[in-house]
């Protein structure tokens, strides 16, 4: 029994397994009609990213579960309550101790992992005497006040996290697509004020021109309807439009054979759709847009059809569906282009958000000028002083110089001139009797003036 894939839309693992004891039903499928290659029984599908700064953590956790068998078998009795309730996290004291020992192990690394996170951010703003158990308090995904040991709890608050984050996904996505088309939209107003009369009305008129063209595209059929799964089965799949067969459909797309349809994999399903309005080729068409266009397909389906909003489509939900009056007679589907993303009263409110953003950074920017000048004066300051130290020492040994003082050296010692060195004019200034060495020639002059008094 294997776990269900992690996507960015969907719940923990723990959730998505729930529903694990159906079985898909087994279908004969003629693999020669089908277009490109099969998926091959057992073959390891790459996970995509979840969105979650605890990503790789949540991973490991769910691989090492997979493991024991025990917990295995709980998974598949347990149903969302259970799992919401933290009662399928007190199973984990069942599980084996080395599945137990593994589990201590990614959480030290986890927590080892966020230290270091949190000190590269402090770090970042020169902080100092930083308070790790204090900070490690916004990571909600495990139990920080025991950093050695995965203990149930911490199953529990990796469930819950993991379960409210990912819920919150779709919302945050949407929010982000409605900012990204207030600021093309700002940008493109503040662009047409810079112009001059002329300029600006060809502008405009262009901007309709691609909006014209953007907008004329064939009909997109209403995402989970008959007409539109008809035709990836038809397209995508190679087969037979008269030979649709609901089951067959559902197994062909299930692509890592775990018996649902993720939302991975009902996103796959509505690339023809969105090829129909979207081409990279086109200045027209923005990439960002079409996938907007794919998560609120996505969406749809799944309040359509997934009855216990688990995020997962079973055999038997999708088929149910496929009975609904909507399936084979649905209204027609309003693509982005036709619809208003945003008002007037919307867009100047995020025009005086970004004013008032643009004012802080300049006053920042001022600020950080200021102190930069500040900084440059104070330097020039010291510059100015040490010339004029520099200068007061240098008269100070012309001084001792002049003198007949001998000049000091680089750390202040006087700099003697060994006996024998001096200089012969110098013997003047140095008379007999003096602390200095008598010149050449002084001792016979005294000594013959001697002989002279006392023949």
């Not at 309730?85 to 690394?109: I, N």
């Not at 996938?291 to 489509?313: C, T």
Request: glycine share 4%; charged share 40%.
């Amino acid at each position: 029994m294997k776990w269900l894939s992690v996507l960015p839309q969907q719940c923990l693992l723990l959730m998505t397994c729930l529903l694990m004891a159906l079985e898909a039903v087994p279908i004969d499928i003629d693999k020669t009609k089908v277009k490109g290659e099969s998926h091959v029984e057992g073959e390891k599908v790459e996970n995509p990213d979840t969105g979650l700064y605890y990503d790789e953590y949540l991973r490991q956790v769910i691989d090492v579960l997979e493991t024991d068998k025990h917990f295995r078998e709980k998974l598949q009795t347990a149903d969302i309550e259970e799992i919401k309730s933290g009662k399928l996290s007190r199973e984990l004291d069942l599980v084996s101790h080395h599945v137990r020992t593994r589990l201590d192990e990614l959480k030290r690394q986890e927590v080892a992992r966020l230290r270091m996170l949190i000190k590269a951010k402090m770090d970042s703003v020169q902080d100092t005497g930083i308070d790790h158990q204090a900070l490690l308090k916004q990571f909600e995904h495990l139990n920080h006040q025991n950093p050695d040991t995965f203990e149930p709890k911490d199953l529990d608050m990796l469930i819950k996290a993991a379960t409210s984050d990912l819920e919150n996904y779709d919302k945050t996505r949407h929010e982000e697509f409605k900012k990204y088309e207030m600021m093309k939209e700002h940008e493109r107003r503040e662009y047409l004020k810079t112009l001059d009369e002329e300029k600006r009305k060809r502008e405009e008129s262009k901007f309709e021109e691609m909006k014209k063209k953007h907008g004329d595209h064939p009909k997109v059929h209403h995402p989970g309807s008959k007409d539109q799964l008809k035709e990836v089965w038809e397209e995508a799949d190679g087969l037979d439009p008269n030979e649709f067969d609901p089951k067959t459909f559902f197994k062909l797309h299930d692509v890592n054979n775990d018996g649902f349809l993720d939302e991975q994999e009902l996103e796959a399903l509505f690339t023809k759709e969105l090829e129909k309005v979207y081409d990279p080729k086109n200045e027209e068409d923005d990439m960002v847009e079409m996938e907007e266009e794919r998560l609120r397909m996505r969406e749809h389906v799944m309040n359509e059809v997934d009855i216990n909003k688990d995020r997962l489509v079973t055999l038997e939900e999708f088929l149910r569906a496929t009975e609904k009056k909507e399936f084979l007679e649905p209204d027609s589907w309003e693509t982005l282009d036709q619809q208003q993303l945003f008002t007037e009263d919307e867009l100047k409110e995020f025009e005086n958000h970004i004013s008032q953003q643009e004012d802080e950074l300049r006053k920042k920017a001022e600020e950080l000028q200021k102190q930069k000048e500040e900084l440059q004066r104070q330097h020039d300051q010291l510059q100015a002083q040490k010339q004029e130290l520099q200068q007061v020492v240098k008269q100070m040994e012309q001084k001792k110089l002049q003198q007949g003082n001998p000049p000091a050296g680089p750390g202040g010692e006087l700099k003697f001139q060994p006996p024998g060195e001096h200089k012969v004019g110098d013997a003047a200034k140095h008379p007999a009797g003096g602390d200095q060495p008598l010149p050449p020639g002084h001792v016979q002059e005294q000594a013959v003036r001697t002989d002279e008094v006392h023949p």
